[in-house]
């Protein structure tokens, strides 16, 4: 796609810290380093968001994962874990869009946050039940 920054960071059009590569992917240094290490996996297809995968571009991007993610926590011993995000939509904080996937190293006591809120006292079976079906019926 001709004005997309990723596409043209995997033609090498715009310049990258390359992590890895190979048919499927491209994986490079997301700029912000919200924590040291934090990488970007981006299909080299072109797609908007989780939504436009099928399941065989899915298998190819989320086969490579592992590997770099390893390689990632290998890096500094410091890292203790890991974040694996994925943004699909402007609301859901996506800025980019040009599917990717964010692998964020986790150290003691660093600044990244995430909050999920836990509202089950608001649930009841019959509340469960109807989120339920609303989603199974279009599987
Ligand atoms: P998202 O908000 O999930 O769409 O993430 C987009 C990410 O792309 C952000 O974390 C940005 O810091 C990162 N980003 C944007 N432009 C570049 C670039 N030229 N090189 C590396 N990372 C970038
Ligand atoms: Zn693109």
């Known amino acids: 796609m001709d004005d997309c920054i990723f596409c043209k960071i995997i033609k090498g059009e715009i310049p990258s810290y390359k992590v890895y590569e190979d048919e499927v992917v491209y994986a490079?240094?997301?700029?912000s380093q919200t924590t040291p290490g934090h990488t970007l996996v981006v299909p080299k297809k072109?797609?908007?968001d989780i939504f436009e995968?099928?399941?065989?571009?899915?298998?190819?991007?989320?086969?490579?994962?592992?590997?770099i993610a390893r390689a990632i926590k290998a890096s500094d011993p410091a890292i203790e874990g890991m974040n694996i995000l994925n943004?699909?939509?402007?609301?859901?904080?996506?800025s980019v869009f040009h599917s990717?996937?964010?692998l964020i190293p986790r150290y003691q006591d660093d600044d990244f946050?995430?909050?999920f809120v836990n509202k089950q006292e608001q649930y009841d079976d019959a509340k469960y039940q109807a989120v339920l079906d609303k989603i199974t019926k279009q599987l």
């Open 28 to 31: 490079f240094l997301d700029i």
């Open 53 to 67: 995968y099928d399941a065989d571009l899915a298998a190819a991007v989320f086969a490579r994962i592992p590997k």
């Open 113 to 115: 946050r995430i909050q």
């Open 46 to 48: 072109h797609v908007k």
């Open 100 to 102: 990717h996937f964010h």
């Open 87 to 94: 943004n699909n939509g402007e609301v859901a904080y996506q």
